[in-house]
Protein backbone atom coordinates (compact mmCIF):
# COMPACT_ATOMS: atom_id res chain seq x y z
CA UNK A 1 0.00 0.00 0.00
CA UNK A 2 1.51 3.55 -0.72
CA UNK A 3 0.98 6.60 1.49
CA UNK A 4 -1.61 7.75 -0.79
CA UNK A 5 -3.72 4.60 -0.78
CA UNK A 6 -3.45 4.85 2.87
CA UNK A 7 -4.27 8.40 2.62
CA UNK A 8 -7.63 7.45 0.55
CA UNK A 9 -8.19 4.20 2.75
CA UNK A 10 -8.73 6.20 5.83
CA UNK A 11 -10.67 8.70 4.07
CA UNK A 12 -13.36 6.14 2.84
CA UNK A 13 -13.41 4.16 6.16
CA UNK A 14 -13.84 7.09 7.94
CA UNK A 15 -17.10 8.28 5.83
CA UNK A 16 -18.27 4.61 5.80
CA UNK A 17 -17.99 3.82 9.34
CA UNK A 18 -16.67 6.80 11.45
CA UNK A 19 -19.55 9.30 10.56
CA UNK A 20 -17.02 12.49 10.11
CA UNK A 21 -13.05 12.81 11.21
CA UNK A 22 -13.12 13.77 14.97
CA UNK A 23 -11.71 17.54 15.29
CA UNK A 24 -8.19 18.23 15.08
CA UNK A 25 -7.53 18.72 18.63
CA UNK A 26 -9.54 15.33 19.67
CA UNK A 27 -6.93 13.80 17.18
CA UNK A 28 -3.70 15.02 18.52
CA UNK A 29 -5.37 14.09 21.90
CA UNK A 30 -5.96 10.59 20.77
CA UNK A 31 -2.43 10.78 19.24
CA UNK A 32 -0.68 11.46 21.96
CA UNK A 33 -2.51 8.66 24.26
CA UNK A 34 -1.44 6.28 21.13
CA UNK A 35 1.86 7.10 21.50
CA UNK A 36 1.95 6.61 25.04
CA UNK A 37 0.52 2.75 24.47
CA UNK A 38 3.96 2.73 22.09
CA UNK A 39 5.69 4.32 25.40
CA UNK A 40 3.92 1.71 27.47
CA UNK A 41 4.79 -1.44 25.45
CA UNK A 42 8.39 -0.37 24.71
CA UNK A 43 9.26 0.24 28.31
CA UNK A 44 7.91 -3.18 29.23
CA UNK A 45 9.84 -5.17 26.74
CA UNK A 46 12.97 -3.62 26.01
CA UNK A 47 13.26 -1.44 28.97
CA UNK A 48 13.23 -2.06 32.17
CA UNK A 49 9.56 -2.21 33.14
CA UNK A 50 7.83 -5.92 33.38
CA UNK A 51 4.18 -6.37 31.83
CA UNK A 52 1.28 -6.88 34.58
CA UNK A 53 -0.45 -10.49 34.06
CA UNK A 54 -2.46 -10.33 30.88
CA UNK A 55 -1.38 -6.90 29.52
CA UNK A 56 -0.94 -6.64 25.85
CA UNK A 57 2.29 -6.48 24.27
CA UNK A 58 1.38 -6.07 20.19
CA UNK A 59 3.63 -3.56 19.50
CA UNK A 60 2.68 -3.91 15.51
CA UNK A 61 -1.20 -3.24 16.85
CA UNK A 62 0.44 0.16 18.68
CA UNK A 63 2.33 1.43 15.62
CA UNK A 64 -0.54 0.95 13.51
CA UNK A 65 -2.79 2.88 15.93
CA UNK A 66 -0.16 5.83 15.59
CA UNK A 67 0.10 5.78 11.43
CA UNK A 68 -4.05 5.49 11.57
CA UNK A 69 -4.10 9.02 13.52
CA UNK A 70 -1.07 10.77 11.77
CA UNK A 71 -3.19 9.90 8.41
CA UNK A 72 -6.53 11.53 10.14
CA UNK A 73 -4.65 14.48 11.19
CA UNK A 74 -2.77 14.37 7.54
CA UNK A 75 -6.54 14.32 5.55
CA UNK A 76 -8.38 16.68 7.56
CA UNK A 77 -5.90 19.36 7.50
CA UNK A 78 -5.32 18.75 3.73
CA UNK A 79 -1.49 17.69 3.68
CA UNK A 80 -0.21 15.02 1.37
CA UNK A 81 1.89 12.59 3.04
CA UNK A 82 3.48 11.97 0.15
CA UNK A 83 4.80 15.01 -0.95
CA UNK A 84 5.50 16.08 2.63
CA UNK A 85 7.71 12.72 3.58
CA UNK A 86 9.75 13.48 0.10
CA UNK A 87 10.28 17.05 1.16
CA UNK A 88 11.20 15.93 4.45
CA UNK A 89 13.65 12.79 3.45
CA UNK A 90 15.77 15.96 1.32
CA UNK A 91 15.45 18.16 3.87
CA UNK A 92 17.06 15.21 6.32
CA UNK A 93 20.05 14.51 3.44
CA UNK A 94 20.49 18.26 2.97
CA UNK A 95 21.27 18.53 6.71
CA UNK A 96 22.66 15.39 7.71
CA UNK A 97 24.16 13.63 4.89
CA UNK A 98 27.53 13.69 6.68
CA UNK A 99 26.46 14.49 10.36
CA UNK A 100 26.10 10.93 11.58
CA UNK A 101 28.62 9.23 9.56
CA UNK A 102 31.36 11.60 11.67
CA UNK A 103 29.76 11.43 14.80
CA UNK A 104 32.46 9.77 16.88
CA UNK A 105 29.65 8.45 19.27
CA UNK A 106 27.91 6.08 16.70
CA UNK A 107 31.37 4.32 15.63
Request: one cysteine or more.
Amino acid sequence: MTIKELQESVDKWIKEYGVRYFDEMTNMAILTEEVGEVARIMARKYGEQSFKNGEDENLGDELADVIWVVTCIANQTGTDLTAALKKNMDKKTKRDNKRHKENHKLA
